[in-house]
C-alpha cells in the first residue's frame, strides 16, 4: 500500500510534515483498509492486508485554504474553502483493481488547524480524523446520501481512530 504525500503550501514553502504525523497517516490507511477488507479468519490488523491490495495507492495533498477553494468551487460548485476534499477513482460499489489508484484526497493545513484548534484536540488528530474521512470517499462511502449512511461513514471513522489510539 502507497501513500504519496504531497505538500503544496505556497505562503509556507519550510513547512515539513512532522514524522509522528506522517506515520500516523500511514496507519490510518493501513487500519481503514484493513477493516474494509478483511481478511478471512483473523482480526483486521494493519498488516493483514489482501495481496491484491497491497499494491494500490492513494494521494494525498496537504494545501492551503486558496488551493482548496478552487477545487471546491471547480469540482462542487461550492465557492468557499473547505476541510477535505475527495476525488475517488472508482464508483461505489465497483471493483477496485489491484495495484491500482484509490483516488486522491485534498486537506487544507489551515483549515484542519483551526478545526482542531475549535475542537479542542490535536492537530494530528484533525488531520488523522480528515483523512481517515477521505479515505472512507474513495471506498464508497457517502454521509450526505442519508442519515443511516451517515451513521455507518461516521461510525467507520470512529472504529478506524480508536483502533489507531487517536482520540479527542
Known amino acids: 500500500m502507497k501513500l504519496l504525500l504531497t505538500i503544496d503550501l505556497p505562503q509556507q514553502a519550510d513547512w515539513l510534515l512532522p514524522k509522528p504525523w506522517a506515520a500516523a497517516l500511514l496507519a490510518a490507511l493501513q487500519q481503514t483498509l484493513a477493516l474494509e477488507y478483511p481478511t478471512p479468519g483473523t482480526e483486521p490488523e494493519q498488516d493483514q492486508l489482501p495481496a491484491w491490495l497491497r499494491g494500490c495507492e492513494v494521494s494525498l495533498l496537504l494545501t492551503d485554504n486558496p488551493a482548496i477553494h478552487r477545487l471546491n468551487s471547480s469540482f462542487r460548485g461550492v465557492d468557499r474553502p473547505t476541510d477535505v476534499l475527495s476525488f475517488p477513482q472508482y464508483q461505489a460499489g465497483e471493483a477496485v483493481q ?25 492537530q494530528k488528530r484533525e488531520l488523522c480524523f480528515l483523512f481517515v474521512h477521505g479515505l472512507l470517499h474513495l471506498l464508497g462511502y457517502d454521509h450526505e446520501l442519508s442519515a443511516a449512511e451517515e451513521r455507518r461513514q461516521f461510525a467507520r471513522q470512529d472504529e478506524v481512530l480508536a483502533a489507531l489510539g487517536v482520540n479527542r
Open 98 to 122: 489491484p495495484h491500482s489508484s484509490l483516488g486522491d484526497i485534498v486537506i487544507s493545513l489551515p483549515k484542519m488547524a483551526a478545526q482542531a484548534a475549535e475542537f479542542g484536540h490535536s
